[in-house]
């Protein structure tokens, strides 16, 4: 089985520089963007939150503004029409279901090297998408 190039890759966004540049490690690996599969993943609203109860901000908002964002970063890197989705709930299983859905056959994501108490408290996105996927995950590390 050869490492190149790849017919789908997953590459969760949280917009971070580390996560740019799993970006640009992604695309290395296939032969064309189309092959690119951009996932970010928003958390969910609370219900008590003043944003939800004056009725300001709302899930189908708040995802096209992430898109949005997206979009207009890949623009200024001259990275256009790469598939963009948008979820909402716990990122590591979020984006190992995505990838699935995908059929993909690799997932590159950026990890932030947290600290041991911290990864042992919060757990790390980078380690449940390990965990979770269906296929190989790539994890770069700084």
């Known amino acids: 089985m050869s490492w190149l190039p790849r017919k789908t890759v997953v590459i969760p966004i949280d917009f971070s520089d580390d996560s740019f540049a799993a970006l640009d490690t992604a695309l290395e690996l296939v032969?064309?963007?189309?092959?690119?599969?951009?996932i970010h993943v928003l958390p969910i609203l609370i219900p008590n939150d003043p944003g939800?109860?004056?009725e300001?901000?709302?899930?189908?908002?708040r995802a096209d503004h992430a898109a949005e964002a997206l979009r207009k970063?890949?623009?200024?890197?001259d990275i256009?029409?790469?598939p963009i989705e948008i979820r909402f709930g716990e990122p590591g299983h979020q984006i190992a279901a995505f990838a699935e859905e995908q059929h993909a056959e690799l997932i590159v994501v950026s990890s932030r090297g947290q600290s041991k108490l911290s990864r042992l408290l919060l757990g790390s996105?980078?380690?449940k998408?390990?965990?979770?996927?269906?296929c190989p995950v790539l994890v770069l590390k700084k």
């Open 125 to 127: 996105v980078a380690e």
């Open 80 to 82: 256009e029409n790469i």
């Open 31 to 38: 032969d064309n963007p189309q092959h690119l599969r951009i």
């Open 56 to 61: 300001m901000v709302d899930d189908p908002g």
């Open 73 to 77: 970063q890949l623009a200024a890197q």
């Open 52 to 54: 939800v109860i004056w």
């Open 129 to 134: 998408v390990v965990r979770l996927a269906h």
